[in-house]
C-alpha cells in the first residue's frame, strides 16, 4: 500500500480554487448589456423634401444611389456629383429602450462617423466629433427615455470647414485636407476620383452596466522559449466602488492550465496587469514559414455581485525589426521568432472607396487571394483609413503580416492643441484596438512626407517663406518624432515604429543603402525596366506599373461603345496625370502595339507583369542586402486602370500570376548581362537545400541546343549563384531571339522537383516567336473545370479567358514549353459555359501585328 501524502500549502490551494468556483456559481451575471442601433436610419433629401431609409453602416452617396437620387458614383462623372460633399446632411433615428436594459451608465457608442458631425439626442446635443479615425462615445443617461427616444446627426462639408482653417493659417498648406482627420484618398489620388462623403460607416449601439465593466484586455509578451510563454493581460477596468474581486485567465479549449488569481479592484478606471503562463507555446508564423497558430483566451472578472467575462484571440511570437547600421548603411528588415524573414507582397489600399460597404467576404476574398500568391506582408498604406477588426483576424489567420501605416501622406500637418489632442485620441484608440493581432508588425508614422517637404519642391511652389518652413517642418517633427511615438508607448512597447516611409527619396544615393526605399524611377521617371536591378536598396516598400483590368472587368464599368484608348468614359477611369501615356511609351520599347483594343488590354496587363518581375529578380536576388518587396499596389477600391494586380472586381492580372510565382520559397531568375547569363537561386526556406540544377537551352520548336546541371547546397535564407562550367558565354548569347532557356531544381534528399520555369534572354522587339500550335481538353469537375494544354511550340504568356465568365484560373500568363503538358483549374461563378473558353499569347499577337 502506497503512503498518500498532500501539503499544506496544495490543500489552500485546492480550497482557494473551490472557493472560488463556488462564488462565481453564486454571482450575478454581468449587468452589461449591449442595444445594436443599426437599423431604422434615415436621411433627409431638401430636394425632395423627403426622409429615406439609410444603410449603417453606408454612407450618403450609397444612400441616395439606392433610392435613385443620383447616378452611381463609379459610373458618373465626378464633377456632377460635386454638391453632394458641399451639402449638410441630416441623418435621424428613434427608437424604444426596454426597462431590462437600464443601468446607471448609459452610454451611445459610434465607432465610425465620417466626419465632422453634430449629435442630438432628444433635442439635446450631447457630443460633436471631428475625426473619423476614432470612436466616439457620449453619456446619454440624462437625455434618454424610455419611450419616443430621437437621434438626429448632422454632418457637415468637410472641405468648407478646411477652407476656413486654411484661411486663419495665414500661409500656403501643400493640401488643405491636412485640417481635417478624414482619409486623404477622398480627396482624390492618382488611382481614386474625388468623392468626398460622410455618414456613419461603422457600427453604432448603446452601452448600459452599472458597478463594474471590464473596458479593455491587451496580452503583452513578457518571455517566450520553447518551453513557456509568460503572459500579461493587462486587464481596463471600470468600476464604481472598491471591490475584492477575482480573476480567472483560462482557454475554452483547454491548451493552458487555468490561472485563479484574487484582485483588488479600486474606484475608476485602471490597468490591472495579471500574469499567467502557456506551456510548450505553439508559435505564430507567417504564410511560407509554418503554421499560424491562434489562442483563444478568456478573462473573467467577478464580484460577490458579478461576472464580467472578455475573450481574446491572439499568436504568440517573437517579432523586430532591424534597423541597425552596418558597412553598406542602414539595415531594414524583420526577424520572427529568430528567423530573418524576406518580406514578399504588396501595399493595400481601402478595399472599397466608401467604407461603409467593406464586408467580412470581401475581406476574406482578397486576403486568401493574396496568401495563394505567396504573399507574407500587405503594407496598409497612410492615405486611406485603419481597416475593419475582420481585415487583421483574417490577415491573423492566414499569416499575412502587417506594416501599418497612420494615416498621414504626401503633405504637411499643422498643429494646434486641439489637433494635436485629436491625434493623440486617435493614435491610442487604434492601437488599443489592434494590439493584441499578432500580424501587426509594425507601426510607421506617415507615407512619402519627409520625402515630399525636401525633393518635392514645396516650399518654392508655394512661396513659403523661410520661417513659415521653419515652422512647418517644427509641426512636422512634433507630430512623427514625439507626438505619435508617445502616444504608442503608453499602449505598446513590443512594436517597432517608425516616423516615415521611405527613409530618403528616390532621387537620394541613400535611398538604395539606407533603410526601406520608394522607387519611382520606373513610371514617374519614365526609366526602363532594367533600372530596378541598379536602385534595388534595403527594403523596397513601394514601386509599381499599371495595367489595365481584364475585359471581363471593363465590359461592367466602360459602355461597349467606349471599348476603345482615351475613350472618356477610359480615361474618367485613369487618374493618373499620364497614365495611358505611360503604358504606350513603355509598350512601343517592348512590343509592337497591338491594334485591337483587346490584344491592348492584354499586353498591357502583360507589360506590367513584365516589369514587375525584373523588379521581383533584383529584390529577391539580392537578399540578404535587400530584405523586402512590397510592390505598389494589390487591390483597387473602384473599377479603373491602376498598378493593382487584383482588378474591382477580383479578377487578378498577369502580374498576381507573376508575383505567385516569383514569391515561392526557392525562386530562380536568370539575369543576361553583357551577353553573360547568370542564374540567382534563392532560398527562403529555414533550411539548407541538397539540390541538382538543370539547365536547358532549347529552340521554340522545342529542340535542345545545350543542357547543364550542378549539383549545389542552397543556403538557407540566401541567394546562390551556381556556376555552370559546360555553358559558354556564346551558345547563350548566339541564341538570344530564338531559343530559351529553362530552369528545373530538384531536392536531392527528397527526389521532389522544387522549381521549374522558362526564360526568355533576348529583346522582346527581336523574338521570333512561332505561331501558336496547341490542343487541350476540358474536364468537368463538381466545382471546376481541368484544363489541360499540351504544346507543339513555345508559347509566350498564353492567356485563358471565358467569354463573359466570371471565376478565376489557378495559373494564367504561364509559358508554354514543347512536349511538356500545363493543367490549369477554372472555378466558374454562375452558368458559364465551356465552349466559351478562349486564348491568347504574345506569338498570336506579335504575328498578328507584324503581318
Keep these: ?477 512634433n507630430l512623427f518624432h514625439r507626438i505619435i511615438p508617445k502616444a504608442i508607448a503608453e499602449i505598446d512597447n513590443n512594436r517597432t515604429y517608425i516616423p516615415s516611409s521611405p527613409f530618403f527619396g528616390w532621387g537620394h544615393k541613400e535611398s538604395v543603402t539606407h533603410g526601406d526605399n520608394h522607387y519611382w524611377g520606373v513610371w514617374w521617371g519614365m526609366l526602363p525596366f532594367a533600372k530596378y536591378r541598379e536602385n534595388t536598396g534595403r527594403f523596397m516598400s513601394e514601386y509599381g506599373f499599371q495595367g489595365m483590368p481584364a475585359m471581363t472587368s471593363l465590359e461592367k464599368f466602360i459602355p461597349e461603345d467606349s471599348l476603345y484608348l482615351y475613350s472618356e468614359n477610359l480615361k474618367h477611369h485613369q487618374k493618373h496625370p499620364f497614365g495611358f501615356e505611360a503604358i504606350n511609351t513603355y509598350m512601343k520599347r517592348t512590343y509592337p502595339i497591338p491594334k485591337d483594343f483587346e490584344d491592348y488590354v492584354y499586353m498591357s496587363q502583360l507589360l506590367q507583369a513584365e516589369g514587375m518581375q525584373a523588379a521581383f529578380n533584383s529584390h529577391i536576388g539580392a537578399r540578404p542586402y535587400c530584405m523586402g518587396s512590397l510592390f505598389w499596389q494589390f487591390n483597387d477600391c473602384w473599377p479603373v486602370t491602376s498598378w493593382s494586380a487584383v482588378d474591382y472586381y477580383l479578377q487578378p492580372k498577369a502580374v498576381y500570376y507573376f508575383a505567385k510565382k516569383t514569391f515561392e520559397n526557392i525562386h530562380a531568375s536568370v539575369h543576361l548581362n553583357n551577353d553573360k547569363a547568370k542564374v540567382l537561386i534563392t532560398n527562403h526556406n529555414n533550411k539548407t537545400t541538397n539540390s541538382k540544377v538543370v539547365i536547358e537551352l532549347r529552340k521554340f520548336s522545342g529542340e535542345i541546343i545545350h543542357a547543364d546541371s550542378i549539383n549545389i547546397i542552397l543556403d538557407l535564407l540566401r541567394t546562390t549563384k551556381p556556376e555552370f562550367y559546360h555553358t559558354p558565354d556564346s551558345i547563350i548569347s548566339n541564341h538570344k531571339d530564338d531559343a530559351f532557356l529553362t530552369i528545373e531544381i530538384t531536392d536531392l534528399d527528397s527526389d521532389n522537383k522544387i522549381f521549374y520555369d522558362s526564360f526568355i534572354l533576348g529583346d522582346n522587339k527581336n523574338l521570333s516567336l512561332p505561331e501558336p500550335d496547341f490542343v487541350f481538353n476540358i474536364q468537368m469537375k463538381k466545382n471546376h473545370w481541368e484544363i489541360t494544354l499540351k504544346p507543339k511550340t513555345y508559347i509566350k504568356n498564353i492567356y485563358l479567358y471565358v467569354t463573359n465568365g466570371n471565376g478565376r484560373f489557378s495559373d494564367n500568363f504561364f509559358n508554354l514549353i514543347p512536349g511538356k503538358d500545363k493543367t490549369v483549374y477554372y472555378y466558374p461563378k454562375g452558368n458559364e459555359s465551356s465552349k466559351d473558353l478562349k486564348f491568347k499569347s504574345v506569338n498570336q499577337i506579335v504575328n498578328d501585328t507584324v503581318n
Aim: hydrophobic fraction near 35%; include cysteine; charge should be negative.
Design 1 to 477: 500500500m502506497n503512503n498518500f501524502k498532500i501539503s499544506a500549502s496544495k490543500i489552500i490551494l485546492i480550497l482557494s480554487i473551490l472557493s472560488f468556483a463556488t462564488l462565481i456559481s453564486c454571482n450575478q451575471k454581468s449587468t452589461k448589456k449591449t442595444i445594436p442601433l443599426n437599423e431604422g436610419w434615415k436621411f433627409y433629401y431638401a430636394a425632395t423634401d423627403q426622409w429615406y431609409s439609410a444603410s449603417v453602416p453606408g454612407n450618403i452617396h450609397t444612400d441616395l444611389f439606392k433610392h435613385g437620387l443620383i447616378d452611381h458614383p463609379f459610373y458618373s462623372n465626378e464633377d456632377s456629383l460635386r454638391w453632394i460633399s458641399q451639402t449638410e446632411w441630416h441623418y435621424q433615428k428613434k427608437f424604444t429602450i426596454s426597462q431590462i436594459f437600464y443601468n446607471r451608465n448609459l452610454e451611445i457608442v459610434f465607432d465610425g462617423l465620417d466626419t465632422y458631425c453634430d449629435v442630438i439626442l432628444n433635442g439635446d446635443t450631447i457630443g460633436n466629433t471631428s475625426n473619423m479615425y476614432r470612436q466616439w462615445v457620449f453619456p446619454i443617461a440624462d437625455s434618454l427615455k424610455q419611450e419616443n427616444n430621437e437621434i438626429e446627426l448632422i454632418f457637415y462639408p468637410s472641405s468648407q470647414i478646411n477652407a476656413k482653417k486654411a484661411d486663419i493659417q495665414g500661409y500656403a498648406i501643400p493640401d488643405d485636407r491636412v485640417f481635417t482627420r478624414k482619409a486623404p484618398y477622398q480627396y482624390g489620388w492618382d488611382w481614386a476620383p474625388t468623392l468626398e462623403t460622410c455618414g456613419i460607416y461603422k457600427d453604432v449601439y448603446i452601452n448600459s452596466w452599472e458597478k463594474l465593466r471590464i473596458l479593455n484586455v491587451n496580452l503583452e509578451q513578457k518571455f517566450i522559449s520553447d518551453t513557456m510563454a509568460v503572459m500579461s493581460a493587462n486587464i481596463e477596468l471600470e468600476s464604481e466602488n472598491f471591490y475584492n474581486g477575482n480573476v480567472k485567465i483560462y482557454s475554452p479549449n483547454n491548451e493552458f492550465d487555468t490561472l485563479y488569481q484574487k484582485l483588488e479592484i479600486h474606484e475608476g478606471k485602471l490597468i490591472y496587469p495579471v500574469e499567467f503562463n502557456i506551456r510548450n507555446p505553439q508559435l505564430w508564423w507567417c504564410n511560407g514559414m509554418g503554421e499560424s497558430k491562434t489562442y483563444e483566451i478568456i478573462v473573467e472578472v467577478s464580484t460577490k455581485f458579478r461576472v464580467e467575462s472578455h475573450s481574446i484571440k491572439t499568436g504568440i511570437r517573437n517579432i523586430e525589426l532591424v534597423t541597425e547600421n552596418d558597412a553598406s548603411g542602414q539595415q531594414f528588415y524583420f526577424i520572427l521568432n529568430g528567423i530573418p524573414v524576406f518580406a514578399r507582397g504588396a501595399n493595400w489600399v481601402p478595399a472599397e472607396y466608401f467604407s461603409g460597404s467593406n464586408s467580412n467576404e470581401r475581406y476574406l476574398k482578397l486576403l486568401e487571394l493574396a496568401k495563394e500568391a505567396n504573399f507574407n506582408m500587405l503594407r496598409v498604406w497612410g492615405g486611406g483609413i485603419y481597416e475593419n477588426n475582420e481585415f487583421y483576424e483574417i490577415c491573423d489567420s492566414l499569416g499575412i503580416m502587417v506594416w501599418q501605416d497612420f494615416m498621414f501622406s504626401c503633405a504637411m500637418y499643422p498643429l494646434d492643441e486641439e489637433m494635436t489632442n485629436n491625434i493623440t485620441e486617435e493614435v491610442k484608440y487604434q492601437v488599443k484596438r489592434l494590439y493584441n493581432h499578432p500580424s501587426i508588425v509594425m507601426w510607421c508614422g506617415n507615407n512619402e512626407i519627409s520625402n515630399a517637404w525636401f525633393d518635392w519642391g514645396w516650399q518654392k511652389q508655394f512661396n513659403l517663406s523661410e520661417k513659415d518652413s521653419l515652422e512647418i517642418w517644427k509641426d512636422y517633427d
